[in-house]
């Protein structure tokens, strides 16, 4: 007979409660998870109850997926889920692309990336652009805000965010966040949709020049 | 003043000839051509101390102050071209040790000597400075993270071009193998010692650094790449918002799903705890202690001002209905022989449940005090529940005087 392990046990719920696991969102966890022989076990667990253990494309997030998707009920969940990230995408993609354009190094939030509130809000309302657009995408169905001042507005985002499990906060001031991998699944799905849609040859269209000329 | 006024005159002067004395220092190893258009600078530099020359015959040579100026002052340009300079440099001490060297202890000419192994030492001590500071530059590049930069394309391709720098300066301390070095220091035991012990330990050392830096340039590379293609991505997404208003991508056509389409979200619920164990039961004593919860709002609730309500006038509160209704049955039946029916009273109450009545009567009879209830008799009208026998239905309370009360 088995014994009782805690670890085990502790680092299963995190990934049945649907959470992704990273050195980020919990380094414990992520580092029991990165021994080969615990993602056997952790996987012959799962396995019996039609889930696996699986990984974003750059390895730094684990979370509890479907082993078999072939059975409608399942296929009714995905689709529903995906539709969920669908629907808020916009919003996402808004986000980041305003952090982009605030970081001086111009690189996207990425796992372990840091975030502080005060940059942002310093950076914002320097560029009216900048606010602009974070009122529009505050005002989105995903981020719900009310708020009129761009601190309000930067609160309500990244509180939402926090509790989607994209940022961590970091300290007990509030002003400081610490990105997770769940980013690095959003990239996943984002480069499948790109895939799967043609985005970029319909991109490619849209700039070739007019071939077709009389 | 008169000093203030000098060192600025210096100064002044070798701004004023800059472009010749960096030339010299660069491609004449310090030697400025004696000529008849250089003879006045010559003159000013000498009056300075700037340069010097043994006799009128000699060539005209920087002085060894503005040469360590020069030389501060390239630092950067020294670095870029490490490699071939830390290559020269050791080409130097070989032909040093072949042509001065060795020849100078085969004639036991022990002046010559002592100037040789000096200056071998002193190259020596140059090259690995040299080599040192060469791999350090690396790790500038590391802790910057290239953000001089600011295009992210730009920071690549510079990424690149320092990685094979690296790479060639790695290439280049390799050479520098055991095996070549015994070869060059055969057996002289000075050589050995500087070479086979303090150099091949410094270069040791650097390599490693230089490996370390190489791998790390290489992981920078990386993640600066993942973040172009993702900035790629989120540029393509967001082209795409604009253009199309209401674009919503969907996989209904898909039968197979990616694993990252494929999270199962929560599948676990909370347990709840097995009770019947005995073996848990302390536990759970300690844990029940504490969860009762204090409601917040009875803990924070204002203090109540207290009203001096004497003066006010009387409240009066109703009574229901239906337990006027109930008591007035009792005493009516209190002195009646016959049974009264509850439900020929119930027509008289309007908008009122039936069971309500019927309860609130039973409960007033079960509230009279004791001498009351013997003075009255009680009789139900039931039939027995067609599912469950045992059970019966109230249909009906009748109530009358109890004859044998003694009242």
Redesign the interface.
């Known amino acids: 007979m088995s014994s009782y392990d805690p670890m085990f046990s502790s680092t299963l719920q995190a990934l049945m409660s649907g959470g992704f696991i990273c050195e980020v969102s919990n380094e414990k966890f992520y580092s029991y998870l990165s021994n080969s022989l615990v993602q056997d076990r952790v996987n012959q667990y799962l396995l019996q109850i039609d889930r696996e253990l699986a990984q974003t494309s750059d390895e730094k997030a684990f979370f509890c997926a479907y082993s078999d998707a072939q059975s409608d009920a399942v296929q009714r969940t995905i689709r529903t889920q995906f539709k969920e990230v669908s629907n808020h995408l916009e919003s996402f993609v808004r986000w980041i692309r305003l952090i982009v354009s605030i970081n001086p190094a111009g690189v996207p939030i990425a796992a372990g990336e840091p975030l502080n509130k005060s940059t942002i809000l310093g950076s914002i309302e320097q560029t009216p652009s900048h606010f602009e657009a974070l009122k529009q995408l505050a005002r989105t169905s995903y981020f719900k805000s009310n708020a009129s001042d761009a601190s309000g507005l930067v609160k309500a985002v990244l509180s939402k965010l926090v509790d989607a499990g994209y940022l961590v906060p970091v300290g007990r001031g509030g002003t400081q966040y610490q990105a997770t991998a769940k980013w690095s699944w959003l990239y996943d799905v984002m480069a499948f949709i790109e895939s799967h849609e043609c985005l970029s040859e319909e991109t490619e269209n849209l700039h070739q020049p007019d071939m077709i000329d009389g | 003043m008169a000093n203030l006024d000098e060192a600025i005159k210096t100064l002044k002067l070798i701004a004023r000839h800059s472009e010749l004395l960096v030339s010299s220092h660069l491609n004449q190893s310090g030697e400025i051509p004696y000529t008849e258009e250089n003879e006045s600078l010559i003159r000013s530099l000498k009056a300075s101390r700037l340069v010097w020359q043994l006799d009128e015959t000699e060539s005209v040579q920087v002085s060894s102050v503005l040469t360590r100026l020069i030389d501060h002052s390239l630092i950067n340009y020294r670095r870029h071209v490490a490699h071939e300079a830390i290559a020269d440099l050791w080409s130097h001490i070989a032909h040093l040790i072949n042509d001065q060297y060795y020849p100078a202890k085969t004639k036991c000419a022990t002046r010559d000597l002592e100037r040789v192994t000096a200056e071998i030492q002193e190259l020596c001590i140059e090259l690995i400075e040299m080599i040192h500071s060469s791999t350090i530059r690396f790790s500038e590049y590391i802790s910057s ?1 290239f ?1 001089f930069i ?3 394309e730009l920071r690549i391709k510079k990424n690149e071009q320092v990685i094979l720098q690296a790479q060639r300066l790695n290439d280049l301390l390799n050479t520098f193998t055991f095996d070549e070095l015994t070869v060059t220091c055969g057996a002289d035991v000075f050589l050995r010692r500087l070479f086979l012990k303090t150099f091949s330990k410094e270069v040791e050392k650097s390599r490693r650094n230089l490996l370390n830096s190489l791998h790390q340039l290489n992981d920078l590379l990386h ?2 790449r ?2 172009a293609e ?2 790629r ?9 604009d ?1 199309d208003r209401g ?6 056509s ?1 039968s ?13 619920e909370d347990s709840f705890v097995n009770t019947s164990n005995i073996l848990d039961e302390d536990i759970l004593a300690d844990l029940c202690q504490n969860t009762r919860d204090i409601p917040k709002a009875e803990e924070q609730s204002p203090p109540v001002t207290v009203e001096d309500v004497t003066e006010q006038d009387d409240e009066i509160v109703e009574q229901d209905i239906v337990n006027t209704m109930a008591e007035a049955l009792i005493l009516a039946a209190q002195s009646s022989s016959e049974f009264i029916s509850a439900l020929d009273v119930y027509d008289r109450l309007e908008n009122q449940a039936y069971d309500t009545w019927l309860y609130a009567l039973i409960n007033t009879i079960e509230a009279l005090p004791s001498d009351d209830r013997d003075s009255i008799q009680v009789a139900f009208v039931e039939k027995v529940d067609a599912n469950f026998p045992n059970n019966y239905e109230i249909l009906d309370i009748k109530v009358k005087e109890n004859a044998t009360s003694t009242i």
Not at chain 2, 233 to 241: G, M
Not at chain 2, 247 to 252: C, G, H, Y
Not at chain 2, 256 to 268: A, N, Q
């Open positions: 993270k953000a600011s295009d992210i993640s600066l993942e973040s993702i900035n991505l989120l540029e393509l997404f967001e082209r795409k918002y253009n674009f919503l991508p969907n996989i209904e898909l197979r799903y990616p694993v990252f389409l494929r999270s199962s979200g929560r599948c676990i």
